[in-house]
């Protein structure tokens, strides 16, 4: 049903854009002139991106600087409405997670040598030619870089340069293009705007002095890490957000509400209660349905889809008056809980999904095998009721700030939900979560654990490390950043026709990408991944060719982390990869089991993605294993020993983990 609610609402996004009047470019031309565009890239606005020329200094920030989008500098969409950048402009940096956006006419990726995703070891190389620089520490950053593969045009297309582990909160990093050739391997001089400002002095009254002065402290970090002014393309610097600019919405929220609900248990209310036969369902013994009541943040009374933050004059999120939000619930309580109490467990549903996932089977199996009640709630911003919105934002970015500030009052409510799970006056007094002799069929005397997938895993990153309660967490099929994974995902094909009739200019397509990366990292794992394990400890459980999670998103979430691959990963000459799994710590099978974050890889026989930023669409990439991996019994194993114990265990002796095709 919902795959049919999405085309229709595709159907008619697709149809409300073609009727819009589209940017001519005399008005692009006039909306870059007054928006003060980095003279370096003159043929885009925002280009190179992420850039300091788009920050001001800010003595209240933790980085000393703001984002300072004029108010024509974001690119409009079809509409021809400019783009508010208010909620830009709250950052004081870029994200940790962004990719990096060139336009180099003529440029040969092989040809120059840039380094690809299957060598990425090769970006830290003294001549690379893409130098990515932390100023702070004088430690190169590993990357890899490719061309656009959705250009349409070729004297249009993007050269992207993806951290390969996300940045350092609060960092200064310099960017160098050096030595860049063309398909003939003929050198690429410096475009004539960039060759003045890294030449010699210019006098006060040139329209360059000002940018020189600016790129100059960028320019010797580069010359002290041995980065020459010989060959070199285009270099610029920026700054990238701090831990409170990137999680202080949803912190700020969290502490609030907490603060409110004080040591009481959140306000509830269970309003349907099923017994099934062994025969209706021999996992299951009890379903149960109910309200948690959340304080609201959003703007609008109840938090309907398009919501976002009420804001204060501090521009911190505020409580809206008298406002509540009823979390609705579900929980799923297996036959095994009669015999003795089950493991709490919330679980995270998928894309743009609902709660009613909690009774999967996968969920259901997970649940009577190991003994958890898991209960789950809407993923508000990102459940089924926000499709329209999220389509929406894509033919007006005006309106995206909904989905992660709607998604941030969703995990409120899932934290909620997890403290009257565990709470000695919470759910387990109600009647419904006892047994017929009023014993207790939820153990809440050693905390509660997550488990998510898809969607789930994405976002789940991020509900873990915001948890006063949830200590463990299983990602399954995860990764982090949408801007690096929709290009990359057959989810992302209905939407992308909206982007298209939206934004037909591809090299557009990634800035606009990458500025909603900005502000969804206040609700998703790409913003809390750099302190995700302090506190807590993840399992991520990844299927080899995933065809909806790019697998190398999962791996630079890895790397960002700290989690320890579990190895064997795969069968000798499975990965393209020169050293596969560059840059991630392993975990031999001999050295389990293992206390600490760890991802382990399941391998359904799917070919290998595409090395390029397309997804794996076509008969040529097999069956797709993203369920895969939670329908292995041998995977349900590893997670709930994880869940309960800490402990990561050997569920695949000494042979790479492999898991069934499921249909």
Same mark, same amino acid.
């Given at each position: ?76 969409? +079809? ?26 006419? *003529? ?43 959705? +250009? ?29 050739? @063309? ?123 398009? &919501? ?87 033919? @007006?970015? /005006? ?10 009052? *969703? ?24 047994? +017929? ?12 654990? #997550? ?15 915001? &948890? ?14 949408? *801007? ?38 206040? *609700? ?5 991944? /750099? ?12 299927? #080899? ?48 089991? #293992? ?44 997670? +709930? ?23």
């Amino acid at each position: 049903m919902r795959h049919r609610l999405l085309r229709g609402l595709t159907a008619a996004a697709l149809c409300a854009a073609a009727v819009l009047v589209p940017d001519s470019p005399a008005a692009r031309a006039a909306g870059e002139s007054g928006s003060g565009c980095d003279p370096l890239a003159p043929a885009e606005c925002l280009l190179p991106f992420p850039n300091d020329w788009y920050t001001r200094p800010d003595p209240a920030t933790d980085t000393g600087r703001r984002v300072s989008f004029g108010a024509t500098t974001l690119p409009h969409a +079809a509409t021809g409405r400019p783009v508010d950048p208010t909620a830009w402009n709250r950052s004081d940096g870029f994200s940790p997670g962004s990719t990096l956006i060139a336009h180099v006419p *003529g440029l040969d990726p092989a040809a120059t040598g840039t380094a690809p995703l299957t060598d990425i070891g090769r970006s830290l190389a003294p001549d690379a030619p893409v130098v990515l620089l932390d100023t702070r520490t004088g430690e190169r950053w590993p990357y890899w870089a490719e061309a656009d593969a959705n +250009a349409t045009d070729p004297a249009r297309r993007a050269l992207l340069i993806h951290p390969a582990r996300n940045l350092r909160d609060g960092h200064h990093y310099a960017v160098a293009l050096r030595h860049l050739k @063309d398909g003939a391997g003929h050198p690429i001089p410096a475009a004539t705007p960039f060759a003045a400002v890294a030449g010699k002095p210019l006098p006060a009254g040139d329209p360059l002095h000002t940018r020189q002065q600016r790129l100059r402290p960028a320019l010797r970090a580069l010359h002290r890490a041995g980065v020459r002014s010989e060959g070199l393309y285009l270099a610029w610097d920026f700054t990238v957000a701090s831990t409170r600019s990137l999680t202080g919405d949803l912190r700020t929220v969290r502490d609030d509400a907490f603060r409110r609900l004080g040591g009481r248990s959140p306000a509830f209310a269970v309003t349907g209660v099923t017994d099934f036969t062994a025969d209706q369902d021999p996992r299951i013994a009890r379903e149960v349905t109910g309200r948690i009541s959340v304080p609201g943040y959003l703007d609008l009374p109840g938090g309907p889809p398009g &919501s976002v933050l009420h804001r204060g004059p501090d521009g911190l999120p505020r409580r809206l008056p008298q406002s509540t939000q009823s979390a609705m619930f579900r929980c799923e309580i297996p036959r095994s809980a009669f015999r003795a109490p089950s493991h709490p467990a919330l679980y995270g549903h998928g894309l743009l999904g609902r709660r009613s996932e909690v009774g999967a089977g996968n969920v259901k199996a997970m649940a009577a095998e190991h003994d958890f009640t898991f209960c789950a709630t809407d993923w508000i911003g990102m459940a089924e009721e926000d499709i329209p919105v999220v389509l929406g934002v894509l033919a @007006d970015p /005006n309106l995206f700030p909904a989905v992660p500030e709607r998604t941030e009052q *969703g995990m409120l409510n899932a934290l909620f939900l997890a403290r009257a799970l565990i709470h000695t006056d919470g759910l387990t007094t109600d009647a419904a979560f006892r047994d +017929a002799h009023g014993r207790p069929l939820v153990d809440i005397r050693h905390g509660i654990g #997550y488990d998510g997938n898809s969607q789930g895993g994405i976002l789940g990153g991020a509900l873990v490390a915001a &948890s006063p309660d949830i200590r463990r967490g299983v990602l399954g099929v995860t990764g982090m950043n949408y *801007g690096l994974l929709l290009n990359r995902s057959v989810d992302f094909a209905p939407f992308q026709q909206v982007l298209d009739a939206a934004y037909p200019d591809k090299l557009r397509q990634q800035i606009v990408l990458q500025l909603f990366q900005m502000v969804w990292d206040r *609700g998703e794992t790409d913003a809390y991944a /750099n302190h995700l394990t302090d506190r807590h400890q993840v399992l991520m459980h990844i299927a #080899y060719g995933d065809h909806q999670v790019a697998n190398a998103a999962a791996e630079v979430e890895a790397r960002t982390i700290g989690a320890r691959l579990i190895t064997p990963a795969l069968a000798p000459g499975r990965s393209p990869d020169t050293v596969p799994y560059w840059g991630i710590g392993t975990v031999a099978a001999g050295q389990l089991p #293992y206390r600490g974050s760890a991802m382990t890889v399941w391998d359904s026989g799917t070919p290998t993605p595409p090395l390029t930023n397309t997804p794996p669409a076509g008969p040529q990439y097999g069956h797709d294993p993203h369920a895969d991996p939670r329908n292995s019994s041998a995977a349900r194993q590893q997670k +709930a020993t994880f869940l309960t114990t800490g402990r990561v265990i050997n569920v695949c002796g000494t042979t790479p983990c492999t898991a069934a095709p499921t249909s």
